[in-house]
């Protein structure tokens, strides 16, 4: 910086220093010795806004962010620092409006262009994102910043040979950020280019040997080239350098354990921040706002030992959601034990969850309930005669057909047989890969001729909660952010976004009291504390159950910039997760 003495300069360093080490009030104390001797220091005002967000002080960090950006507003790291500020705040939208009303008074400005970037891409405005990342490259082409931004867009967009070809030029441009390494390995390995995504993992290690985004993605690339092995000791160095993850709550009440398995061992897929440690599921959407999240998985070394150096603990939340996987890998003793040892109380209990199987749901929930749940059973393809298995189903099903692996919960993977030769077609892809499969009864109805309507809702502590409804013209509904085409067709039809904001505004009046406490019941039945329901309303009024587990998101506030009415559920049911948290933690 220039003007800065050389004194000055040292006491900035000691500083930044002191918050990468965590020190957060010494740097506090050194940068309000500089800033008494030079008020005017735009990184000083940056480093204070970061202080504050690292101490849940959203409103503080927006005030340094603005006072930064007066003073040198086209350094992007100061608008990223304020959009974050922002976003913690709940003030995006009044930020945007700011972004835009200086846009208008400076179009020449790389920082507004950037600025509005950063912010409509936070806010899931990400097709106009897109087009603000590229304005902001017109103005200063060669800024590595916006071009790292545009890579995000693309990889938020689902548009991965973009992001690849760009962050590729950036590359050869001489870029050297972790981050963008790190972008195009997940770009590549989307595009199942597992050989260059372990070569773009391993250049963001050279730059941060102990990056655990760059660490899981490593590992997954590894284990998708066949590098098992490999892949598991990436894994395993990764826990080594961080046994538990934990997200700090400015104002804890309560330290919940959440303990996750990996399947095989290695990551299946890459993963970025808090989500290495707590991968898909609803617990990863749960921000610390009232409680400690401190996250471990199964495969850490000396597990126990890690996690008693947390301190004292309240719970154990249990995110090894998926009973087949629990059963397959023995994974449900392991959390008893390691909760035992602990002496603390779980939240979803293994031996609640070992009874959400799909087998399991299809026998006991049509026994004890007036719920539907399809006929389900289990095959295990890669032992046996296909012909005998072949005929089993026949036997025992109609068509159509559905199979779908044990083990995952991809329901793009599903195949819908509607003769024999199909059903063969089926049992040898899954005998292939020696995989089990279920064969399910295909059971569902049409919303309106040529429509189909899955709805989701979750229990949590007991109480439904309306989170999203799928439409769709294909019978598989998966209205995912990656799902383009589903997405765009939802937005073409207004209609179908009145009737999932009427399930959202008033579920009693959707779906009628009688069906909320039948599925309020399910989770009731087995002692989950949360379960998400996949579901169908016939129009006899009759429930159908696709699927009832906690490996389900419950959030889905990332997709409010497409429909806006999904941030009031996505509130309710972020405040039901708080306080059923705390209350199973003994605080309240």
């Known amino acids: ?101 200086l846009a208008g008074q400076h179009p020449a400005s790389f ?104 660490l899981s993605g490593l590992s997954a690339a590894l284990g998708a080239g066949g590098q098992v092995g490999r892949a598991k000791a990436v894994a395993r160095r990764l826990f080594e350098r961080v046994p538990v993850y934990t997200r700090q709550s400015a104002k804890p009440e309560a330290d919940i354990l959440v303990v996750t398995a990996l399947r095989d061992d290695y990551f299946p897929q890459p993963k970025q921040g808090a989500s290495v440690f707590a991968p898909g599921n609803a617990i990863s959407q749960v921000p610390p706002r009232r409680m400690n999240f401190h996250q471990v ?20 939340y249990n995110n090894v959601a998926t009973a087949e996987i629990a059963a397959k890998f023995g994974l449900a003793d392991r959390v008893k034990a390691l909760a035992e040892a602990l002496g603390l109380p779980v939240i979803n209990p293994p031996d609640a969850v070992a009874k959400t199987s799909r087998q399991g749901n299809s026998e006991w929930i049509p026994a004890s ?46 195949v819908l047989a509607h003769d024999l030769p199909g059903l063969m077609v089926g049992i040898q892809r899954f005998a292939a890969a020696q995989l089990d499969f279920y064969a399910i009864e295909y059971c569902t109805e049409e919303y309106s001729p040529g429509i189909f309507r899955k709805i989701r809702a979750a229990i949590i502590g007991g109480k439904f909660y309306p989170t999203h409804i799928g439409f769709s013209p294909n019978w598989n509904v998966h209205r995912a952010p990656e799902d383009l085409d589903e997405i765009a067709f939802m937005k073409s039809r207004p209609d179908l976004m009145a009737s999932e904001e009427s399930y959202l505004r008033d579920p009693v009046g959707y779906i009628g009291a009688e069906n909320i406490a039948k599925l309020e019941s399910v989770a009731r039945r087995v002692g989950m504390d949360y379960l998400g329901i996949d579901y169908c309303l016939r129009r006899d009024g009759r429930i159908i159950i696709f699927e009832a587990n906690a490996a389900m998101n419950a959030v889905h506030a990332n997709r409010t910039g497409d429909f806006p009415y999904l941030a009031g559920a996505a509130d309710d049911i972020l405040d039901a997760f708080e306080t059923m948290f705390l209350r199973r933690a003994g605080k309240l």
């Open 1 to 101: 910086m220039s003007g800065i003495t050389q004194d000055l300069q040292s006491l900035l360093n000691e500083a930044t220093a002191a918050f990468r080490a965590g020190e957060l009030d010494g740097a506090k104390v050194m940068l309000g010795k500089a800033l008494a001797r030079a008020p005017r220091i735009p990184g000083a005002h940056d480093l204070l806004a970061r202080i504050a967000l690292e101490q849940g002080r959203p409103a503080d960090a927006i005030t340094h962010s603005q006072r930064a950006l007066s003073l040198g507003g086209e350094n992007p790291m100061f608008h990223n620092t304020l959009v974050k500020a922002a976003s913690e705040a709940g003030a995006l939208d009044a930020a945007l409006g700011e972004y835009e009303r």
């Open 111 to 214: 920082g507004a262009a950037y600025g509005r970037a950063m912010l409509l891409l936070e806010a899931g405005r990400t097709d106009d994102a897109i087009a603000e990342f590229q304005r902001s490259l017109t103005l200063r082409p060669d800024d590595a910043a916006a071009g790292l931004g545009l890579v995000k867009a693309y990889e938020r967009a689902y548009r991965f040979a973009d992001a690849a070809e760009i962050a590729k030029e950036l590359v050869a441009a001489g870029a050297k950020d972790v981050a963008l390494h790190i972008s195009l390995g997940r770009s590549l390995f989307a595009l199942k280019n597992a050989v260059g995504a372990v070569s773009a993992f391993r250049k963001a290690l050279e730059l941060d040997e102990h990056n655990i985004s760059a």
């Open 297 to 316: 998985y199964l495969s850490c070394p000396d597990i126990l030992e890690a996690v008693r150096a947390i301190g004292p603990l309240d719970a154990v």
């Open 369 to 414: 309930t007036d719920l539907i749940f399809p006929k389900t059973v289990r095959y295990a393809a890669g032992m046996g005669n296909l012909a005998q298995i072949r005929a089993a189903i026949e036997a025992e099903f109609s068509f159509p057909v559905l199979l779908r692996g044990v083990y995952g919960h991809h329901d793009t993977d599903i």
